[in-house]
């Protein structure tokens, strides 16, 4: 088969995907109308021609405009399974799916209206099309950690619905060593955990995600490029990095994706797994992100089994679970 045909033909687990980030403008536009929630934009073309991003701030502005529209269970089940859809489409067979909390609190949604949406829909895809996932909570970074701290607590009473949590949103000038506590009261509850670093932020924040926040994988980490040490212990160490080659170009993290570390890190031996992050903004889904990224970096078939092989040792499963996607 032709690279293309692997690559899409291949189960992948996606391990790197904002819930909210796959809402299309389509979808934002019926759930306004349906909500009586009024957008700052005349038609779905006004605002898909919004997306014109010059670095993350300016997608997160536009992310959490397009959130506003989610107001009802039915609202986050639509968005969840309109996702769902998607990525059967490209044959993930496993999503570790994210979701931030504090951009829906803030509005006055009660978290259990979030939960109970996006879990009925995640409930409904594992019994109609065997589609495996699991839920990871995101702390916003750019808010205080008290609040990251409160709304940890108003979510355990769902605790058997989240596996883990994150750490999302504006990058620089909040560092990880700002959610020293909450991770670690997380870690206490036997939480999964990651964080975004290395995206905007320097090779530090990777370092400093790994041993103040003690997570397990890296959202993004496309920074620790710039320092050899850091590379070779996430080699050593079999540490995952989340690679969202679309989202990097779009946010000028790389504006040329054939200028992208991904390959790089690869040939180091880190375990890169490749994910669409936001991908109604950043324009894939997960196919998408692999094709762009084998074409610009010139990929080959080795390289396209390797990162699908690392999306299933990298993902939160029982190693039997892990096996049997391959
Ligand atoms: N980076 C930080 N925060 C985010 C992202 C991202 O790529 N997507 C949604 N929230
Ligand atoms: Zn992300």
């Not at 993930?92 to 979030?114: C, K, M, N, S, Y």
């Not at 990871?136 to 950690?145: G, V």
């Not at 989340?242 to 170009?249: A, I």
Request: with cysteine.
């Amino acid at each position: 088969p032709s690279l293309t045909d692997q690559i899409c033909s291949s189960p992948k687990a996606e391990l790197h995907m904002h819930i909210e980030g796959s809402l299309e403008p389509e979808l934002i536009f019926a759930l306004a109308q349906r909500n009586g929630v009024s957008l700052p934009y005349p038609s779905v073309e006004a605002l898909r021609s919004a997306y014109a991003f010059t670095d993350l701030q300016s997608f997160l502005d536009i992310y959490y405009a397009g959130a506003s529209v989610l107001l009802t269970a039915q609202d986050f089940y639509d968005m969840t399974m309109a996702y769902v859809q998607r990525a059967l489409a490209d044959n993930v067979r496993h999503a570790e799916i994210f979701f931030d909390p504090q951009t829906h609190t803030a509005r006055g949604v009660e978290l259990g209206v979030v939960f109970d949406g996006i879990g009925r829909a995640l409930d409904d895809a594992r019994a109609q099309h065997g589609f495996s996932s699991a839920l990871i909570l995101c702390f916003l970074r750019h808010l205080p950690e008290d609040e990251a701290m409160a709304t940890l607590e108003a979510a355990l009473p769902y605790r058997n619905r989240f596996i883990g949590v994150g750490l999302d949103s504006s990058e620089r000038g909040h560092p990880p060593a700002k959610f020293a506590r909450v991770f670690a009261r997380c870690r206490t509850l036997g939480f999964r955990l990651v964080a975004h670093a290395g995206e905007e932020g320097p090779a530090d924040y990777v370092r400093d995600a790994l041993d103040i926040l003690q997570v397990e994988r890296i959202d993004h980490g496309v920074r620790a490029i710039d320092d050899d040490a850091l590379v070779a212990r996430l080699a050593c160490e079999r540490i995952p990095l989340t690679v969202c080659p679309l989202s990097n170009q779009k946010l000028g993290v790389y504006p040329d994706l054939r200028q992208h570390s991904l390959k790089r890190l690869l040939d180091a031996g880190v375990v890169i797994t490749l994910n669409s992050d936001d991908p109604a903004y950043f324009g894939g889904y997960m196919n998408a992100n692999w094709l762009a990224a084998c074409t610009a970096l010139d990929l080959d078939a080795d390289d396209a089994w390797r990162m699908a092989r690392n999306s299933f040792e990298a993902a939160f499963l029982p190693a039997a679970e892990k096996r049997a996607f391959l």
